[in-house]
């Protein structure tokens, strides 16, 4: 827990003045800088200032945020966080923000150099901290700081029940950043909560109309591991076996792919909607799979089929039993 204190300065001349400024003491978590300083919202009438990396960390944001802060979205919707290439003006809206909250786990690559360039290394929350994160292949130790989360799977929301770690992350700091309304967000985050666990209990009846043998899934790249580990998948493979859409899958990798699918039987591949299709079409064309197009790091538009995270997880875990009962 951070510390806020005032210190007051004195200057003497003609007249006195009192002035008082808000410095950020404490320590923070393994991904956030031990010096971390962010400035305490000084007026009842002033929101907060907050900037969200992805449209899905920002719909959670919002939901404990709620009319008490002013949201600013890094990545338009439909973008590929992997492939994001930020713009001269993001380095101004980091700037601008008073916290900023980012998936963390390795997801935004981006993120450090832009921080960097605002000046803001201080004011960044890794939503992911505090989640056991899976390993890929990982040759380090996990616990190793050295290398930390360079071989970790980022895509921690794919499991709701990660969610709850990440409402209870944004509420605290907004909390500590803007204590008169933190019995709103506490109040917001616990509603929340209990949306996201009737979620959870709505993904489990779904996936009973699954046959247990017919929960094979393959994906374009590895990114539903958290999903799968939770509900009773077996991910056998991927198009790139990688946490990122930026690798390249060799010529045997796929050969090795097409011969699990048949191998497995397995029904679909399942490909994000902001993924260049043409590797899963190839596949496709020789195994006689279906392509079953899912969301992956981002939401819709406002107004379209996706367009919350709840939403989100609804329209996947849909789209996912149809295509294996």
Request: aromatic share 8%; glycine share 6%.
């Amino acid at each position: 827990m951070r510390k806020f204190c005032i210190f007051p300065y004195l200057v003497l001349g003609f007249s006195l003045a009192i002035f008082s400024g808000l410095v950020s003491c404490g320590s923070a978590g393994s991904e956030r800088s031990s010096d971390q300083q962010v400035s305490r919202q000084t007026s009842e009438n002033q929101k907060l200032k907050v900037l969200a990396t992805t449209t899905i960390v920002a719909d959670v944001v919002a939901q404990i945020g709620g009319e008490a802060i002013e949201l600013v979205v890094l990545l338009p919707p439909g973008t590929d966080p992997h492939t994001f290439d930020p713009a001269p003006q993001d380095v101004a809206s980091v700037a601008d923000a008073q916290v900023v909250f980012a998936n963390g786990a390795g997801l935004e690559e981006f993120l450090e150099p832009l921080l960097e360039s605002a000046g803001a290394e201080n004011k960044v929350i890794y939503l992911s901290e505090g989640i056991p994160l899976l390993q890929f292949d990982s040759v380090h130790d996990e616990d190793d700081p050295e290398h930390g989360n360079e071989n970790a799977d980022p895509h921690t929301w794919t499991d709701p029940n990660n969610i709850l770690i990440w409402v209870n992350n944004i509420e605290q700091a907004i909390s500590e950043l803007d204590p008169n309304n933190s019995d709103l967000y506490k109040q917001n985050a616990e509603i929340y909560a209990a949306e996201i666990k009737e979620l959870d209990a709505w993904i489990r009846e779904q996936v009973e109309q699954i046959p247990i043998e017919s929960r094979e899934i393959i994906t374009d790249h590895v990114q539903f591991a958290y999903f799968a580990e939770e509900y009773g998948f077996n991910q056998i493979g991927a198009i790139i076996s990688g946490y990122s859409t930026l690798a390249e899958p060799s010529a045997q990798e796929l050969a090795s792919l097409e011969d699990a699918i048949k191998e497995y039987n397995v029904k679909a591949i399942f490909v994000g909607k902001t993924v260049n299709p043409s590797l899963a079409n190839r596949i496709a064309a020789d195994t006689g799979i279906q392509i079953v197009f899912l969301y992956t790091g981002s939401l819709t538009e406002k107004g379209g089929e996706a367009d919350t995270y709840l939403d989100y997880i609804r329209y996947n875990v849909s789209a996912i039993v149809n295509a294996l009962q």
